[in-house]
């Protein structure tokens, strides 16, 4: 109702052409039927295929009038005021009779205050009709609107296979939860889609539906959507992280939190290369059932000017689109570097600063970083994120954790390997480098024609040179800034 009420508003104060930019065709042409009805105006409908038809009252064609010039003919000669649907005109801007035409119509406005309202996906305005026309944004479906629709689909579903559809209260909410930010029309269809597949709606069916959504926006590559999410069950360690994200976790999807609690936006994770930050980052992803998309510094920056921040701008607004979302920034220094000469680093981080303050929707952005010099000081100070955790090299119980999860992970028994041996000579070796070890054992074992033993991953463990010892200095550093100036996530 209040989309009527805001076109009505249009109407009343005389605007000769409005544009809307939605391929909802039959929505548009209903929304215009009802205001037709409401104030008591003709209404029509004219497309290059069919002609000019009445909408309300609905009639058969009423005029031919298939060219662009002959319809804006027909109005001009209507002496009575009039709706019109106009659904492929933006087509004959560049035919000067037709631009002609339409000043023509706006400059009778206020003898005769005809409205046309021009319907398409994208419309582009020349300058001599700006001052005559206002855009109308069709509002997209809410979660409410979209729990109506898996009704109707469900139903439908139902009268013709003669058998109701099997559905889990908590995949419809997330299902719908998922699907805000897309037009009704391709909302249904991917309901209808994971209906008929089975007859039924699961938690198995949100992944492709998340990809066909993130598929549907277009993306071309800044902003890549990452399927392989994980668990936070599946990350050893980090308990002070899990027990902030689990605290949180109901608060962030609730479409109304309680009286005093804000949504949280986000997390910085900074800690030693191979500790386990970007695990961490897609366990919040899975841990939450969000879809997990990826901004990429490197495929956003462009030679000319200006571009790299639009990259910037439309990758933040398709994170909108795609909220409730988890976006996660990779090395989020390498792409805020600091320039002397206001170069595109700079206008980066403004413009992502920017969004950070102003945003509404529910995108929580986990950043993370390994170089906390490179760092710029505007993105650290309180209140930019709302916690900054410190990922350190994992303790002794985390990394046997470690040791069981990579065995595990390659279908071997972690019941035959000595796990609590294996942590205790890996003193100062990160995640990433314990996974190697294991790679690297398996490999040996393999080539000897072996079974994989604890002996086997041991002597990889002591032929490896942890970053901690290569470049002990740095990660001392590293510590001992984080120390007083963050969280740890261990």
């Known amino acids: 109702m209040a989309e ?43 497309a290059l295929a069919t002609g000019l038809q009445a909408l309300e009252p609905p009639t058969e064609i009423v005029a031919k009038c298939q060219k662009p010039v002959d319809v804006l003919q027909q109005v001009l000669r209507t002496p009575a005021a009039a709706l019109y649907l106009l659904l492929d005109l933006q087509r004959a801007f560049e035919d000067p009779v037709v631009l002609s035409q339409l000043q023509e119509i706006a400059a009778r406005n206020d003898q005769v205050p005809h409205t046309l309202a021009l319907l398409g996906a994208e419309i582009s305005v020349p300058n001599e009709l700006r001052p005559f026309t206002a855009r109308f944004e069709i509002a997209l479906p809410s979660q409410q609107d979209l ?20 559905a889990q209260a908590s995949a419809v ?61 599946d990350v050893a360690g980090l308990g002070n992280l899990k027990r902030w994200l689990q605290a949180r976790q109901d ?17 910085l994770l900074l800690g030693v290369q191979g500790g386990g930050k970007s695990l961490a980052a897609k366990a919040v992803a899975g841990a939450w059932g969000l879809p997990l998309l990826r901004l990429d510094f490197a495929t956003l920056y462009n030679k000319y000017y200006g571009e790299t921040e639009r990259n910037l701008r439309e990758s933040l607004k398709t994170a909108g ?10 090395e989020i220094e390498k792409g805020l570097a600091t320039d002397t000469d206001g170069g595109p680093g700079k206008r980066i981080l403004g413009t992502l600063l920017t969004w950070m303050a102003e945003r509404k929707n529910k995108v929580f952005l986990v950043a993370t970083a390994n170089d906390i010099e490179a760092l710029p000081p505007e993105l650290l100070r309180k209140g930019r994120f709302d916690e900054i955790f410190f990922v350190d090299l994992p303790s002794e119980a985390s990394r046997k954790d470690v040791f069981a999860i990579h065995l595990k992970k390659r279908g071997l028994d972690v019941a035959k390997f000595d796990c609590a041996a294996l942590a205790a000579c890996s003193q100062g070796f990160s995640g990433a480098e314990i996974e190697q070890a294991v790679v690297s054992a398996l490999y040996s074992a393999h080539a000897r024609k072996e079974e994989l033993t604890t002996d086997f991953v041991k002597t990889e463990i002591g032929a490896t040179k942890p970053l901690s010892v290569i470049m002990a200095e740095r990660v001392a550093y590293l510590r001992a800034w984080a120390g007083t100036r963050t969280v740890p996530a261990e």
């Open 321 to 330: 689109l795609m909220s409730p979302c988890v976006l996660w920034i990779d």
């Open 4 to 46: 009527i009420e805001d076109l009505e508003l249009l109407i009343a104060t005389r605007t000769p052409l409005i544009l809307v930019e939605t391929l909802e065709t039959a929505r548009v042409e209903e929304m215009f039927r009802r205001l037709a009805q409401r104030i008591g105006r003709p209404s029509f409908r004219w």
């Open 251 to 267: 608060i962030f999807l609730s479409d109304s939190p309680p009286a005093g609690l804000d949504p949280p936006k986000g997390l």
């Open 147 to 166: 729990e109506e629709i898996v009704k109707q689909e469900a139903a439908e579903w139902g009268k013709q296979n003669q058998k109701r559809v099997q």
């Open 173 to 233: 909410a997330a299902l719908t939860r998922n699907l805000v930010g897309l037009p009704a029309n391709e909302a249904r269809r991917l309901i209808r889609a994971a209906i008929h597949d089975d007859g039924a709606i699961h938690d198995s069916d949100l992944p492709s539906i998340i990809e066909a959504k993130y598929k549907l926006l277009g993306q071309d590559g800044v902003l890549s959507f990452e399927l392989n999410t994980t668990r936070l069950a």
